[in-house]
């Protein structure tokens, strides 16, 4: 079981960068499949970016390809989200998954496919 437990979310400007983190205090985090949702108001639930055990494959939504990077860090139970160039349709609460499962970058689209969620941190991108 693990939780999880966000943070680097806070108020930006357009075209500014964060970096969110989310640690794990699974003592296996190496064997989740991790992921970044978000969730704007008013919107449903929606796909960032997906890591898979190793790191070795990384995936991302179309709307946040080539300005957001997925990274871990498996020594530190962490996974991070780098995000530069931020657009106001960016500000959303950042939430990070765990799955137990062995994603494909289809599957890891699906928010029922992980198992594990924290609660969630705030980024505005002001304009």
């Known amino acids: 079981q693990a939780q999880l437990v966000e943070s680097g979310g806070g108020l930006v400007q357009v075209g500014g960068s964060l970096r969110l983190s989310c640690t794990a205090s699974a003592r296996t985090f190496s064997s989740y499949s991790m992921g970044w949702f978000r969730q704007a108001p008013g919107k449903e639930r929606e796909f960032v970016a997906a890591?898979?055990?190793?790191?070795?494959?990384?995936y991302y939504a179309d709307s946040v390809k080539g300005r957001f990077t997925i990274s871990r860090d498996n020594t530190k139970n962490t996974v991070y989200l780098q995000m530069n160039s931020l657009k106001p349709e960016d500000t959303a609460v950042y939430y990070c998954?765990?799955?137990?499962?062995?994603?494909?970058?289809?599957?890891?689209?699906?928010?029922?496919?992980?198992?594990?969620w924290g609660q969630g941190t705030q980024v505005t991108v002001s304009s």
């Open positions: 890591i898979t055990r190793s790191g070795g494959n990384t």
């Open positions: 998954a765990a799955s137990v499962l062995i994603l494909s970058g289809g599957s890891c689209r699906y928010a029922r496919n992980y198992a594990y």
